[in-house]
Structure formats: structure tokens, C-alpha cells
Nanobody, 121 residues
């Protein structure tokens, strides 16, 4: 059974940085993409960043390009999301996912419980 466990969320000031982690287990992730989505209260879940497990190639939402970096530790089956320049309007629950890749929620099969990131002074 696939398990995705996020950590690293918390309170950060506007413009600050935070690093999220997602520990994955229970599956061979070769051939899959892993991604990060976020969902603010009252809004739909939106794509943030994705990474191909095999090649390590990455892709991002336009809104985070240049500020966020997704990476993976292949040996530890862990994915990271380094976030910089956080904005207050982007307070949300960040969730890790694995599946076919891309920017659509429907392309992913398994989801973690999420970790909340609150951007506030």
C-alpha cells in the first residue's frame, strides 16, 4: 500500500522560506511522477511542482517558477519542495502525490494527508 507522509509545514513570514518533505513507501516509483499540489481554504487544489522519479526532470506552475524547487532523494524515496518568497495569499495545505504526472489532479493516484503552510506576519 502506497504511503505518502508530508512534513515541514508551519508558520512563515511573508517572503520567507520553508522546505517540505514527502516520505514515500509501499510501491516502486520507477516510471511515475511525484508532485506537490496545494489547496487554500475555499479554493480548488492547484498544481505546484512535479518531478519524474527516474530522470529527475522537473516542471512547475508559472506562479512558483524561480522561487520553488522540487527535488528527490532517490535512495530514501523522499521528495522535497524548497519554497522561497512565500506570499500570504498562498497559505494552504500542501499535499504530495504520485501518479502519471502533469498538472491535473486526475493524473495522480495516491495522495498524502498534507501539511499546512501558513504565511503570515
Amino acid at each position: 500500500q502506497v504511503q505518502l507522509v508530508e512534513s515541514g509545514g508551519g508558520l512563515v513570514q511573508p517572503g520567507g522560506s520553508l522546505r517540505l518533505s514527502c516520505a514515500a513507501s509501499g510501491h516502486t516509483f520507477s516510471g511515475y511522477d511525484m508532485g506537490w499540489f496545494r489547496q487554500a481554504q475555499g479554493k480548488e487544489r492547484e498544481f505546484v511542482a512535479g518531478i519524474n522519479w527516474n530522470s529527475g526532470s522537473t516542471y512547475y506552475a508559472d506562479s512558483v517558477k524561480g522561487r520553488f524547487t522540487i527535488s528527490r532523494d532517490y535512495a530514501k524515496t523522499t521528495v522535497f519542495l524548497q519554497m522561497r518568497g512565500l506570499k500570504p495569499e498562498k497559505t494552504a495545505v500542501y499535499s504530495c502525490t504520485v501518479g502519471g504526472g502533469g498538472v491535473r489532479v486526475s493524473r495522480y493516484d495516491f495522495w498524502g494527508q498534507g501539511t499546512k503552510v501558513t504565511v503570515s506576519s
